[in-house]
């Protein structure tokens, strides 16, 4: 073949890219994307949506019908017709400085296990990046099988612990020179029982708050921390400024979570109280069970815990803000 023969040969035509808006390859006209599966992801959350409906959905309507109803006893039983209260039990609930005595109450005892579960938990779950393979595993065994304790059982070891003729923690105490703890009983007041409760409450919520820090503390890079470090800041300035930081979303959505689940503290009280917890025992949820299924008044004891859910409503409401200025942020 010459050179001439070489510099005439056929070159295969260069293929054109398809018009934008047209599919390459496809036969007909110009169109949009086919939208055919946009309806799976509903359609497959279908049941989940269902479930909560019926589960949550008529519970949450029910309450709000009688906490608007004058019910008791021979509306349950039929004798009578369930008669329209208006706004007269809210109106009775929040003139109620018994009420208002509860809430504070509530308040104090959910603040308080909140931080103490939130302090301890992100010390736990710093010692833990500390420690060698072997006890962290044990540890983690641990949290996990105290996680998954029935509070029911959680509770009469506590009630055990803490008993005034047969308490393990009372005869240790007394061990101490100078201390008479012997026949001791921590439910004669109610801060003090109350603490008592709080212990077993930041006991069952410890577990979760460590194994889901621990799980954010793996995020937090090392390059980072080794920086801070040389730049001259310490333990507390590397916490401060790089890993709490990171943590940020993580902390919010437990202490969220954790208010949420203190504020509805309720077979905790109950069971140790022996099912008859005292005026100086009351929070919110027993209040309102008292309410209703001890006096009978199941409009109040409705319109009690509806307002329990508004103040809940408030707390993810600033949930909601805080975890919407961190998605700002970023």
């Known amino acids: 073949m010459s050179a001439a023969d070489t510099t005439t040969a056929k070159v295969p035509p260069v293929r054109q890219s398809p018009p934008p808006g047209s599919a390459a390859g496809a036969p007909g006209k110009p169109g949009k994307k086919p939208n055919s599966g946009a309806g799976v992801p509903w359609l497959l959350l279908a049941p989940c949506l269902l479930v909560l409906v019926l589960v949550l959905g ?188 990171i943590l940020k979303p993580i902390i919010v959505m437990l202490t969220t979570l954790s208010v949420i689940w203190d504020m509805g503290v309720f077979p905790q009280v109950y069971v140790m109280r022996n099912g008859h917890p005292e005026a100086e025992f009351q929070l919110l949820t027993t209040y309102s069970f008292d309410r209703a299924f001890v006096v009978n008044d199941y409009g109040t004891g409705s319109a009690i815990a509806l307002v329990t859910v508004l103040l809940l409503l408030g707390v993810v409401a600033v949930y909601m803000r805080q975890m919407l200025k961190i998605g700002d942020v970023e």
């Open 58 to 245: 008529y519970p949450l309507v029910r309450l709000v019908v009688l906490s608007f109803q004058k019910f008791g006893q021979p509306q349950l039983w039929g004798f009578q017709e369930p008669e329209s209260a208006g706004f007269d039990n809210f109106a009775t609930v929040l003139g109620d400085s018994e009420f208002w005595a509860v809430v504070l109450r509530t308040v104090i005892f959910a603040a308080g296990a909140v931080i103490v579960t939130m302090v301890l938990g992100m010390l736990i779950a710093l010692l833990l990046q500390r420690v060698s393979g072997w006890v962290k595993a044990l540890i983690n065994i641990v949290l996990v099988a105290s996680w998954g304790m029935p509070i029911i059982v959680a509770t009469a070891i506590f009630k055990w612990l803490f008993d005034a003729d047969y308490g393990v923690l009372n005869w240790l105490l007394s061990r101490i020179p100078g201390v008479d703890m012997i026949g001791h009983n921590w439910f004669a007041s109610g801060p003090q029982g109350l603490a008592v409760i709080m212990l077993l409450v930041v006991w069952g919520a410890v577990p979760f708050v460590v194994i889901t820090l621990s799980a954010g503390l793996t995020q937090v890079p090392k390059e980072l921390e080794e920086a801070a470090r040389l730049d001259g800041a310490g333990a507390w300035g590397v916490f401060r400024f790089v890993t709490l930081p």
